[in-house]
């Protein structure tokens, strides 16, 4: 598995923020619990898929590293919502999870997961302010919705009931990230060698 230093390189590549932005955020989680303690260097903690799965979470959840915490807490518990479709194993039983679980869990299986949906593209989006995140495969031409989590079943009430007062309830911001994205966490934290 790869030191926490590795990812964050990483993420700061594939998000276009800067390390230090990066390690604002680790902090941050951190403080809150939602990392192990860690130390610089050789000392760094080396990171499994459910701390890259709450790294990820919080920055599509925010741009401001002091609100990575507030989002981890808010995103990680959203519940599954049953979309009907025939989906390979690991991945239909990952995505009943509830979002964070389930996004460390595709993080771990992404491999196996590639294989057995040969190839096809996948897009996470995460909407804001209100808890949102949803899953799509693209297979050739088309695209289909494959999970969607929320913290009600009720989608409309995810807006009315997060809004806060004040809050213009028509202005979502989501954030995408692809398979590049889950290829590239999933392979360094399911790196056989330590500090790759």
Not at 61 to 83: C, H, N, Q
Not at 95 to 122: D, S
Request: net charge negative; charged share 20%.
């Amino acid at each position: 598995m790869a030191r926490l230093p590795a990812v964050l390189e990483v993420l700061s590549r594939l998000d276009g923020r800067s390390v230090w932005s990066m390690e604002t955020v680790a902090r941050a989680l951190r403080e809150a619990g939602y990392l192990p303690p860690s130390q610089s260097g050789w000392g760094a903690e080396h990171v499994r898929p459910p701390h890259a799965a709450v790294m990820l979470i919080a920055l599509m959840g925010t741009d401001a590293p002091s609100a990575s915490a507030e989002v981890a807490a808010r995103y990680w518990p959203l519940r599954s919502l049953a979309i009907p479709h025939h989906l390979p194993d690991p991945l239909s039983a990952i995505l009943r999870l509830p979002f964070g679980p389930a996004l460390a869990g595709l993080l771990e299986a992404f491999p196996t997961i590639v294989h057995e949906t040969r190839g096809a593209r996948w897009e996470l989006t995460i909407s804001r302010p209100f808890p949102v995140a949803e899953l799509r495969i693209r297979e050739g031409t088309g695209i289909r919705l494959v999970a969607q989590w929320c913290s009600t079943p009720d989608a409309g009430a995810v807006i009315i009931d997060g809004a806060h007062r004040g809050q213009c309830v028509n202005k979502i911001t989501q954030t995408t990230v692809t398979e590049e994205t889950f290829s590239s966490l999933s392979a360094l934290t399911n790196s056989l060698e330590a500090g790759e």
